[in-house]
């Protein structure tokens, strides 16, 4: 029995029991959206529901299905394609490509719709050049229509590809080359041998991608409202700011809300199902087949149509559009745009790393199903659309600041008004419950370096569980710290659907600006903001870019 037991043993108590404290409440705030949009969507009555089903609910649901389909076969398409091409085969300009395929991604898929609308649209100038080639008339000639579904999923297999490219061409560098010859060695050509050998193994991999590249489909806003195509997404924003009806805003929120869980429940199931055991794997490469004259020709233009499509012509146009518009970016306007877009995301950014690595290190200084439960809680978040997300924070904190309002009203005669609905922090926290997920992806990569050793260390030499995150995780962390949190700065960068609901009255943000420009058929001064997004969502691809130059 020792003299001083509180001295030896309540830091060692004390420590683990706040880790959990804060591992939950995180979790409960990732929560907190999804309970306040089920609550309210079953308390909303079935007046609106019935108007609903009879009205637009079908429309909302068939436009986002047919989306969700078209997006995943233009996914798996181009993005497997193209790994194949720079993973297993040779041919001028591979490498060029093989980091240059990851450049859309730094693309907002509404930017895309902006430049494409330029180019394509009646008076652009491919119709343009055509009617004044072939002297046709405005009526005498069919073309494709890009404000339509169609054109949603062209913009989104462009700047979505890249998901399912990384993770398929990471998992062709990790498979052997000793069942892709023996398949050779047995007749079957390198198109047959690709079919039924490397692709079933590289399927979890390929699953994982096109899923990724589904929940930001239907996360999507700014492609679809732009296009005026009917989906959850616009159907949310439409209910909850023109029709002013809160409860089918709710009641389409849950609607979308059950098919994305479905999506990430379906994406574990899958993950965990899939275990594929390879013996001679990383004992022999697969030897690249080496391409010449017309195979190497139609290889580089495979290659380059994604890039050429995805990242130059949209940069080219809409730096030809903002040549053209009045916008100043130097302006105290523009300035203030900037300044409210790096405010958030900083913000948010610092907040949501803090968050990640508190739930990280609770994972690992209390693996257990507790810990497990709590953290995948929180990854959640990545699966619910940004307009869920604020639906779901603006029901109940508008209620609660109606019922104070009302309390203060009735005893002291003040009135509050609303303090938390419409302010920054409420913004910052849907940011931080959408993003927490890629946040805490990059930081549990970077904590495999940290092996187990150094916690025993440090507590054989009297340091607790705070003061070994401080001196030794997050030292060792810092590259991949960095990386998450340049991640979740461009994330919401980007973000359009939870801004444009929850921003504070007039605190517009670049993204704001450019949707609001381009909703006004002003696309020159669109493109001025939409470049500066661009701009900024190229550094964590520069980063992503190097990563895979080195391996």
Same mark, same amino acid.
Request: charged share 10%; aromatic share 10%; with cysteine.
């Given at each position: ?7 030896? !043993? ?30 309210? @969507? +079953? ?19 068939? !436009? ?41 991604? =730094? ?52 700047? %979505? ?39 079933? +193994? ?8 096109? %899923?990724?590249?589904?929940? &930001?489909?239907?996360?999507?806003? $700014? ?43 379906? &994406?574990? @199931? ?22 010449? *004259?017309?195979?190497?020709? $139609? ?8 890039? +050429?499509?995805? @990242? ?5 146009? +809409? ?6 518009? &009045? ?53 959640? *978040?990545?699966?619910?659309? $940004? *307009? ?9 904190? =508008?209620?609660?600041? !109606? ?91 980007? &973000? ?9 009255? !007039? ?45």
């Amino acid at each position: 029995m020792t003299l001083f037991p509180f001295v030896s !043993n309540r830091p060692a108590r004390t420590a683990p029991r706040l880790l959990s404290v804060l591992g939950w409440s995180i979790a409960a705030v990732c929560l907190l959206p999804m309970i306040a949009v089920a609550i309210a @969507a +079953l308390t909303g009555g079935t007046d609106t529901l019935s108007h609903l089903l009879g009205s637009v609910l079908a429309r909302y649901a068939g !436009n986002t299905v047919l989306l969700v389909l078209l997006v995943s076969a233009g996914t798996f398409a181009v993005g497997v394609g193209a790994a194949w091409l720079v993973t297993m085969t040779r041919f001028p300009g591979v490498r060029l490509f093989e980091i240059a395929l990851v450049l859309p991604l =730094a693309f907002p898929a509404y930017v895309l719709a902006y430049a494409y609308t330029h180019i394509l649209d009646h008076p652009g100038i491919v119709q343009t050049t055509l009617r004044a080639m072939m002297g046709w008339g405005p009526r005498d000639y069919w073309f494709p229509e890009i404000r339509s579904l169609g054109g949603a999923a062209a913009m989104l297999v462009l700047v %979505l590809y890249p998901y399912v490219y990384l993770l398929a061409r990471a998992s062709f560098l990790q498979q052997s080359g000793s069942t892709f010859m023996a398949a050779r060695a047995l007749g079957s050509r390198p198109i047959v041998a690709f079919w039924r050998v490397n692709l079933p +193994l590289a399927r979890p991999a390929i699953a994982a991608g096109v %899923l990724l590249a589904v929940m &930001e489909t239907i996360a999507d806003f $700014g492609t679809v409202a732009y296009f005026g195509v009917q989906t959850f997404a616009t159907g949310i924003y439409t209910s909850w700011f023109s029709l002013a009806d809160r409860a089918g805003a709710a009641q389409l929120a849950l609607c979308l809300l059950s098919f994305a869980l479905l999506l990430a429940m379906l &994406e574990r @199931a899958q993950r965990g199902r899939a275990k594929y055991h390879d013996p001679s794997r990383g004992q022999k490469h697969h030897p690249p087949l080496d391409l010449a *004259g017309w195979q190497a020709a $139609g290889a580089a233009a495979l290659c380059g149509l994604p890039v +050429l499509f995805g @990242a130059v012509v949209p940069v080219i146009a +809409l730096f030809n559009l903002g040549l053209g518009s &009045e916008q100043d970016l130097l302006s105290q306007r523009y300035l203030g745009f900037v300044r409210n877009s790096l405010t958030l995301a900083a913000t948010a950014a610092v907040l949501t790393l803090g968050a990640a690595i508190l739930l990280g290190y609770y994972q690992r200084t209390r693996p257990g199903r507790a810990s497990a439960t709590a953290t995948y809680a929180a990854r959640l *978040g990545y699966a619910v659309p $940004g *307009g869920v997300i604020a639906v779901g924070l603006l029901v109940p904190f =508008a209620a609660f600041d !109606n019922a104070l309002d009302a309390w203060m009203r009735a005893t002291f005669d003040i009135s509050t008004g609303l303090l938390i609905t419409g302010s920054i922090w409420l913004l910052v926290f849907a940011y931080m419950v959408r993003f927490l997920a890629a946040a805490l992806g990059a930081y549990e990569g970077g904590q495999a370096l940290v092996h187990a050793n150094m916690d025993a260390a440090s507590r054989s030499l009297g340091k607790g569980p705070f003061a070994t995150l401080r001196r030794i995780h997050l030292p060792i962390l810092t590259p991949s710290l960095l990386t998450a949190l340049l991640i979740v700065f461009v994330d919401v960068m980007k &973000e359009l659907p939870a801004t444009l609901i929850m921003r504070p009255f !007039n605190f517009d943000t670049l993204a704001v600006q450019a949707y609001r420009l381009a909703s006004d058929e002003r696309l020159d001064g669109a493109a001025v903001p939409s470049l500066v997004i661009v701009a900024v969502g190229l550094l964590p691809v520069v980063l992503i870019c190097r990563q895979v130059g080195r391996r």
